[in-house]
């Protein structure tokens, strides 16, 4: 009788071991996660897509370009390579991707954006637990929304990686009339594609040096396009041509509502931001990444933030053969950077 409930209770002990180990398990190593998690704040239903690796439960929030961008939009060679080492959140921010909402253009700021950036971190605690632990990275229109997220909060964050993005949006169009004339005269000098180069000489010059207005601003956008496409076609930068196919992932014509609704926040964009003198108050880890030859936000503006940020732990990295996405054109060196970076503070 004895060894009856001896062996009963000794199976009853093996159970609850097994169940105790399996919900270890479940909890603290989440394994390779694969995942699309939903985003609702203030009007506005926002997807994230979560890949890579969650042994560590540590997250890599991502911040599209744009206005208007996509959070899928990083995936690639980079970012396949960054998933191994931790989980990466492709995230859809408001009006952008397939987020969906209802709201007034004059609701759509960039502090509204910021505020929903902290309710992804709130919902990926509530989903993956209160021990998650998260970097924030920001490419391009990205890093200005993820700057102006950190000015609100940063405590949630263990660094900060910024890349192509300006501190002073209104000023990126007068540090491009510089920027363009000095890469035109460099490669006329070199006898690189001298007609194209004068071409961006003259519309430099047909420019208003005082003011900034849309049109000029666009112009010199998109310009800025093609003057990189064609270092790359002389050979000075490399292609940026390895992000994925990801055409599939998303509605489209969703994305296109979104991407014209979106526009309406670029007058407010341009006009009025200006972090620079609030840089000191990031204290976090910081990570800063430029192409060289960016011609869309100059890295002048990497300088700036790096000269101007408060934090005692910062780096800024210079792609020689980039333009403004290091993340397609040197995406072995980018994955390195950002890995190393993580491991460092994590």
């Not at 989440?30 to 926002?46: C, E, P, Y």
């Not at 492709?90 to 007034?104: A, C, K, P, V």
């Not at 005082?210 to 270092?231: G, H, M, V, Y």
Request: with cysteine.
């Amino acid at each position: 009788m004895q060894n009856r409930i001896f062996n009963i209770l000794r199976i009853v002990y093996i159970l609850l071991m097994l169940f105790s180990i399996s919900s270890c398990s479940s909890d603290d190593d989440l394994g390779n996660l694969s995942d699309t998690i939903f985003v609702r704040h203030k009007n506005a239903d926002m997807p994230a897509y979560i890949h890579g690796n969650g042994s560590e439960k540590i997250f890599l929030i991502t911040l599209h370009g744009g206005p208007g961008g996509l959070g899928l939009g990083f995936k690639g060679k980079a970012f396949d390579r960054i998933e191994k080492t931790c989980a990466v959140v492709y995230f859809d921010q408001r009006g952008s991707g397939m987020s969906q909402g209802s709201y007034s253009e004059e609701e759509l700021t960039i502090d509204l954006i910021a505020e929903d950036v902290l309710a992804l971190v709130k919902v990926l605690k509530a989903k993956y637990g209160s021990d998650a632990r998260f970097f924030l990275l920001g490419h391009s229109y990205g890093g200005t929304v993820g700057t102006a997220t950190l000015l609100k909060n940063q405590d949630d964050f263990l660094g900060w990686i910024e890349i192509g993005s300006s501190n002073n949006p209104y000023g990126v169009y007068f540090a491009n009339l510089t920027n363009h004339a000095l890469v035109a005269n460099e490669q006329i000098a070199l006898g690189n594609s001298i007609d194209y180069w004068k071409s961006v000489n003259h519309l430099v010059l047909g420019m208003d040096t005082t003011t900034r207005n849309d049109d000029d601003s666009r112009k010199l956008n998109i310009e800025a396009f093609k003057a990189e496409n064609r270092l790359a076609s002389d050979g000075i930068i490399n292609r940026a041509n390895n992000l994925s196919d990801i055409t599939f992932e998303y509605n489209l014509l969703t994305a296109y509502w979104n991407t014209n609704t979106i526009q309406s926040i670029e007058r407010r964009f341009f006009g009025d931001i200006n972090y620079t003198n609030r840089l000191s108050e990031i204290t976090i880890p910081t990570l800063l990444l430029w192409g060289k030859y960016d011609m869309v936000v100059p890295v002048t503006f990497g300088t700036s933030i790096f000269e101007n940020i408060g934090s005692n732990s910062k780096n800024l990295v210079i792609f020689e053969r980039s333009g403004h996405s290091p993340i397609a054109s040197e995406p072995d060196q980018f994955a390195e950077e950002v890995i190393q970076f993580m491991n460092q503070n994590k």
